[in-house]
């Protein structure tokens, strides 16, 4: 993870990863935050809707591959936990994409 900087930015790389992996990730780029850091993590989710095709493709294709497929906001948000940071805010940003913006946890 990089170092020195204020903002670390995490865009879709938790989709490739177990859970387990996902919360070292994370941990890591915590480890990495000034106390008022932020640490920014785009991520897609798992749509909703069952009949999403091209989404339900995605996350068979990311499970095969991988072993992990597309979370859902409250999974994502959890692993953040786990990671020892706290979840400021969430927003959608279209194309079943949401932006965690986090920070580090109180004593972290």
Known sequence: MPHGGSTVLVPRLLERLADEDAVLI?????????????????????????DDIDATLQHLRLACLFGSGLRSQDELSALAVRAGLRVRRCDDIGWDHRLWVLERSAGQ
């Open 26 to 50: 994370l941990t890591e780029a915590a480890a990495t935050l000034p106390p008022d850091g932020t640490l920014l993590l785009v991520e897609q989710i798992r749509p909703t809707d069952p």
